[in-house]
């Protein structure tokens, strides 16, 4: 990946979401990471980070060369402490509705890269909806994960209800939601909201780990795959075996998948051309 485009990928003069395509030992190829840097406000989630999050996953999304995407905050202290308040406070019913400002968050879902959190500090309100988007979430053992938003009078308006009740069940979600208590990062393990703990200070190494495992897989099988999964959460069991089947089928039209039966059955490596 060059990072082409990226100038046009800002929304306003100040960078509010960095792009690197960090080296590794062994090498992260293919993998992107995303951070979210907004220091001095723990990384809330203002219209403009929201802005340019939403084109630099487009842009990422749109390269071949990109098969997994880390997304971080810049700060320990913080992945995201959800929407910034003071903006959230001038607006309306109608505002809000014409803006659409949290619609990335639906669409991290459906990028066809998959998408890993590295979730250190706090992930409350945007924050934990944006890290339930997510493929997979690698949380510290700092990790704070909530949804707070009734204790200024309103609800979670990004997923946090759908995900955060999918993910842990719904008795257990509505407690979280009417009472907008925090978990840490061992609760949120136990209830099944994330996918690995791991010490505070390897959190990103480990994501992007995990995120080279994952890029070094063919990449349309990894697509399907996710897809496949992500069907769980919208049809009904007998919609999503057939869909899971219709991507099964397709990738037999596939070079990798060629490749992969030769190379098991000549007991080598195989060599991914990702198509």
Sequence with gaps: MTGDGWNEARTDERTLVRVDFPAGDPPHEGVALVTLDQRETLNALSFAMLAQLDNVLAVLDDDPACRAIVITGARERAFAVGA?????????????????????????GRLRTPVIAAVRGFALGGGCELAMACDMLVAGDDA????????????????????????????????????????????????????????????????????????????????????????????PLEDGLRFERHRFEALFASEDRSEGMIAFLEKRRPAWRHR
């Design 84 to 108: 910034d308040i003071r903006e959230l406070a001038g607006e309306t019913p109608e505002s809000l509705h014409d803006a659409g400002p949290f619609a990335v968050v639906d669409r991290v």
């Design 144 to 235: 704070q994960f909530g949804q707070p938003e009734i204790l200024i009078g309103v609800i979670p308006g990004a997923g946090g209800t759908q995900r955060l009740a999918r993910a842990i069940g719904r008795a257990r979600a509505m407690e979280l939601v009417l009472t907008g208590r925090r978990i840490d990062a061992a609760e949120a393990d136990r209830l099944g909201l994330v996918t690995m703990v791991v010490p505070a200070a390897e959190t990103l190494t480990r994501a992007l780990e995990l995120a080279g495992r994952v890029a070094a897989m063919p990449a349309l099988a990894a697509e399907a795959a996710k897809a496949a999964v992500n069907a769980t959460q919208s049809m």
